[in-house]
């Protein structure tokens, strides 16, 4: 190949080894130029949820795209995107019946942000500010790195970066500070709104809370007239072992963002779900009151396509029995960490298995996350950690022996790098 003209995301260029080329890809592997296989353990980028290329998706699109192409969704609509809205409002949790479309995660968020504002305003009684928890991760452009956690990623930028209200990640047995901070800056009714990865903070180092916080943050929320955002980007669609994480603390918020699992991860579409009252909050003869907000790509009738195709899947396809015997197998696989001297605070939800690796610096830029990656592709194995953070969230269909060989090369990496406390 010539010289690549390519400048990739979170990537450091100067730092980097070559980048491999894909060649193909299907089920957990992406296959290379060279002939060799990759095993997808982080489904690329959490996105991934049957496996990749699944053949009643790519017909789906295929199909789609014999008629229908991009068309302007302002004063226009198509099939796929009005049957898909029909059929995210039934699997969502109860109460969100409008469906938003957008074309990336980040864009959903900031839909579902400016949503809240324009419902405060629209109603005449403007709140603005926004709450987060700490360590949250919702996105890369300016209202979602605001937010989320600031930090390296996002200090050039902070100039801009809008302030919030930050309440603490509820760590175990620490849980109630979390909940009385919350109160409190609700106390004087500013807030317009939470907003949450529901039970896994993803980016943040996949740091995992029990269901129970969330219904009581509902609980605060709903008191004080807060919305609550769920931002499902991440652990939409099984990941956390149910169709939303949400539905494990048996609530509904105001607000729900999906995008990654949305397609199966095949193609980029996201949605904002909303309740009644938030729409008809813009729902007026009074135009000043409509909701300004368009992505070129709005509800792409492919993508569209894709995405109902992949609820059939999860209609027809055991998908509920292959999340939960990976989920049994991932809280099995990090058993045998117990007791190993390298490792600490295994922990899981649903698909999603992680644990930290005792290394002499933490942190993202710790030199040892390139290590690792490097250390898992000579083994074939993608797997991207978080600085020190270990990871698997492999696509549905990852294989039993699969899982183990990244167990083994997760106990060899521990030899190979950890520090004994
Ligand atoms: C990935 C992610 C996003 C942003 O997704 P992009 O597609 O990169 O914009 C937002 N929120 C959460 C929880 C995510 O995991």
Redesign the pocket.
Known sequence: MSQSQVWHPFTQHALEPAIPEIVRTEGAYLHKADGTRILDAISS???VTHGHRHPRIIKAIETTAASLDQIIFAGFTHEPAERLARALVGLAPPGLDWVFYSD??????EVALKMALGYFRNIGAPRSRIVAMEH??????IG?MSV?ARGVFNAAYEPLLFEVDTIPFPAARREQETLDRFEAVTRDRHAAALIV?PLV???GGMLMYPAWVLTELKKIAEASGTLLIA?????GWGRTGTMFACEQASISPDIL?T??GLTGGVV?L?ATLATDAIFHAHYSEDRKKTFFHSSSYTANPMACAAALANVEIWHDEPVAERVAALSARQAAGLRRFGDNPYFADSRATGTIAALDLRTGSAGYLAEIGPKLRAFFLERGLLVRPLGNVLYLLPPYCITDDELDGLYDAMEEAGERFGARP
């Open positions: 980028w959490w996105v990336s995660c980040s864009t959903c968020v949250s991760y919702h996105g890369d452009t979602t989320g990865e903070l993803g980016a931002d499902e980007v991440m652990t963002c995008s990654k980029p996201a």
